[in-house]
């Protein structure tokens, strides 16, 4: 095996699998960018997960600070089916998400899976940022009515960054859960071409067989987890404070 191109070669990942390559070099992991294709994978996933989560996050909590603020006819009837959309099996909603998609025009493509991350996120964004909502002062909401604040400048500008340390938690979440989904786009995105970094792992993995060179699939992982690794470091004390103030509540 030609260890020239390789930061560990097979030899040393099995005889020393924690151990540290006898010579440091990146080009497994300019191998796994460009012959393999993941750096265009990790653009779709980006651009996938970055589009769902900013959909999520405004959608969720619209509707969480209705039903949380306001008496709305049947308000608590889709609260509930919110919650039962968290007991329900993804898996089972493969095949009618497949055909509706199709019918859409959007079977294979980005925006469909966008769509579908964002239903897929909705219920638990909801269900997380209802107790919060909730939770803040009716005195500030009827402040902001008394100053002349619209509906829509009470949400975005007074009660949304009350709700700062619930939106990160949740942001947070949201993010670890769509950047490492596999079931929904192995089943609605079989184009090579919009393939995310899920896919990408799978497929390497499944076509080089026994041929399988472990030095780029392991560049490829690192790939794959060093953004989820950025984000929780970056997160994690609003991720803290959130839990805090929920269990204080």
Sequence with gaps: MDTDRLVQDDQEIFASPFGLPAEWNFDNYISAWVDN??????????????????LVMVLGAMCAYVL??????????????????????VFLAIVPLFFILQNMGLLNTLPGLIITYVAFALPFTVFFLF????????????AAYVDGASEWRTFF????????????????????GLWNQFL???????????????????????????????????????????????????????????VSQGTSK
Excluded: H
């Design 37 to 54: 294709a993941f750096g265009r994978m990790f653009l779709n996933t980006v651009i996938v997960v970055g589009v769902s989560l900013v």
């Design 68 to 89: 949380a603020r306001f008496s709305v006819p049947g308000g608590k009837v889709i609260y509930y089916l919110m919650l039962a959309g968290l007991t329900f099996p």
């Design 131 to 142: 107790s919060f909502f909730k939770s803040l002062p009716y005195e500030i909401q009827e």
């Design 157 to 176: 500008q007074v009660m949304l960054p009350m709700a700062k340390p619930g939106m990160a938690a949740v942001a947070i979440m949201n993010f670890l």
């Design 184 to 242: 929904l786009p192995i089943s609605l995105n079989t184009d090579k071409d919009n393939y995310v970094l899920s896919q990408g792992m799978a497929s390497y993995a499944s076509s080089a067989g026994y041929a399988l060179d472990f030095g780029q699939m392991f560049a490829a992982v690192m790939i794959t987890i060093i953004p989820v690794l950025i984000v929780y470091i970056l997160f994690q004390r609003q991720l803290q404070g959130s």
